[in-house]
């Protein structure tokens, strides 16, 4: 004690007292003592007040694809479908006419029927004037097998022959037709005329959910043989897509002769057909008013972009 108070004595420094008379007249009011605490502070004992993960997003409703024909088709043929830009390129130098029937999706115009009268087939040409919501894309394949009921299946699509991985890699402007098939009986000319579409490689588009659809398909007794031909592209895969949209269907990809007669030669061996009448490029040429593309009313909301 003695020790403290000479400590507390010494020359220059503050009294006992006058430090208890400092800290008994200081202001010691909480300025936030009075304010709504912050949101994240608010606990609650209720459940009623939690919410529940199980339950949907009003934002985010049950989505359902209503695929209907509008217009007489045949059933039990083979199904030629062209889709996407090679489906816009393909169709204007063959000789299809005028489509007899039209595929609808939620009320929506997405492919076209045709009867052509050079093949014994059922050709479709899908998504070349509008695209399909990505999560549309199974139900959408497997409810038009289901309608058609093809005997065998070949699909004309694109894959990205700059973004294509290979152990030798090409040049774009080399890069040659791909195919994939879910059967080795495929045509012998395939060797000849095109090469495999080889893993790592992926698709993710319509075309790659119609082969899906052929394989692990609702009431049929057995798999569909399907084939899928792949013309190279010089852009990267389209962004997939949460609605009906054109963006992408705008931009133009041209062939040349040689690569789209080894196409069309591919498309009729799958078909067991062994030539046209008419090769490729000896279509009708004029404006095709099914084909014009549809503009977006607004643009689709894709998240950040440029």
């Not at 003695?2 to 008379?21: H, K, N, Q, T």
């Not at 005329?193 to 899906?212: D, E, H, R």
């Not at 057995?222 to 389209?238: A, D, E, F, R």
């Not at 690569?259 to 046209?276: D, V």
Request: charged share 15%.
């Amino acid at each position: 004690m003695w020790i403290v108070a000479l400590w507390l004595a010494r020359p220059g420094a503050c009294s006992y007292f006058a430090l208890d008379r400092y800290y008994r007249t200081m202001d010691h009011t909480d300025v936030l003592a009075d304010t709504v605490p912050p949101r994240y502070a608010i606990e609650s004992d209720e459940e009623e007040d939690e919410e529940n993960p199980l339950l949907s997003s009003p934002s985010c409703p049950n989505r359902v694809a209503d695929v209907k024909i509008d217009g007489p088709y045949d059933s039990g043929k083979p199904l030629l479908l062209a889709t996407g830009h090679a489906g816009q390129y393909w169709s204007r130098g063959v000789q299809l006419g005028e489509p007899k029937a039209t595929v609808v999706l939620n009320g929506t115009e997405v492919a076209y029927i045709f009867a052509s009268t050079w093949a014994n087939a059922t050709i479709v040409v899908s998504e070349a004037t509008i695209r399909i919501p990505m999560w549309a894309v199974y139900s959408y394949a497997k409810a038009l097998i289901q309608l058609l009921k093809p005997s065998s299946m070949v699909v004309l699509d694109t894959y990205s022959a700059s973004q294509y991985i290979d152990a030798d890699p090409i040049a774009v402007s080399d890069a040659p037709i791909r195919y994939l098939s879910t059967h080795s009986a495929y045509p012998s000319t395939f060797n000849l005329v095109l090469s495999p579409f080889s893993p790592p490689n992926v698709l993710q588009s319509t075309s790659a959910a119609f082969i899906l659809a052929s394989l692990t398909c609702f009431s049929l007794s057995q798999s569909i043989l399907s084939t899928l031909v792949l013309l190279p592209s010089p852009y990267s895969p389209l962004p997939p897509n949460s609605q009906l949209t054109s963006l992408g269907l705008t931009q133009k990809i041209e062939w040349p002769m040689d690569t789209m007669l080894k196409a069309c030669e591919a498309l009729l061996g799958c078909l067991g057909i062994g030539q046209m009448k008419e090769e490729w490029g000896h279509g009708n040429n004029k404006k095709v008013e099914w084909l014009a593309v549809r503009r977006d009313g607004q643009l689709p909301d894709y998240g950040m972009y440029i």
